[in-house]
């Protein structure tokens, strides 16, 4: 299935951002520092600015796109959602399913106090948002770990779906 998501590659802007994070702050480089020095410094926004643009790129590439509007990456992030949640065989459990409705219920709890259930027009659209927001900079290198590991494998690794909970958890606090 590599037309819908290009699981060739491993993403690293994460990594990147962890160990520039690492070294700006022992260095302190968020201080004023001489430019004259040999050694390269970089504030902490510096490498969120720089991560940024990392992420932007990986993000495209897994989509085999060059620009963020463009329709075809809605339409392969529709087909991988569906895939996602709509499990063949009936005796194996859906455990992504089950958590983009965990999601969908912490959006109503979070975000649509008062509202029924019953008044939100497209139930569907709702959780669709909730799975668009796993590709959120700071959840979308387990997703691209969690979405290659499903099209290889043809199943949902429990460990990174169990990682990709924890984060999300710790994302929307």
Do not use: W
């Not at 299935?1 to 699981?7: C, D, T, V």
């Not at 940024?52 to 620009?67: G, I, R, V």
């Not at 690794?157 to 990682?163: F, P, Q, V």
Request: charged letters at 30%.
């Amino acid at each position: 299935m590599p037309h819908i998501y290009n699981f060739n590659f491993e993403v690293k802007y994460n990594l990147i951002e962890s160990e520039l994070l690492r070294n700006a702050i022992e260095n302190n480089s968020d201080d004023d520092y001489d430019d004259t020095s040999y050694k390269e410094h970089y504030s902490v926004n510096d490498v969120k600015l720089i991560c940024s643009e990392l992420y932007k790129n990986e993000y495209l590439k897994a989509f085999d796109a060059t620009e963020y509007l463009d329709d075809k990456i809605d339409k392969k992030l529709r087909r991988i959602y569906n895939l996602l949640i709509e499990i063949t065989d009936v005796t194996q459990r859906n455990y992504f399913k089950e958590f983009i409705d965990e999601l969908f219920q912490h959006y109503l709890e979070k975000c649509c106090r008062g509202i029924e259930i019953k008044e939100i027009e497209d139930i569907n659209d709702v959780k669709y948002m909730c799975f668009l927001s796993l590709f959120s900079q700071d959840l979308f290198y387990i997703t691209h770990q969690l979405i290659c590991i499903f099209f290889k494998n043809n199943e949902i690794d429990l460990n990174i779906l169990n990682n990709l909970k924890q984060k999300h958890c710790n994302f929307n606090k």
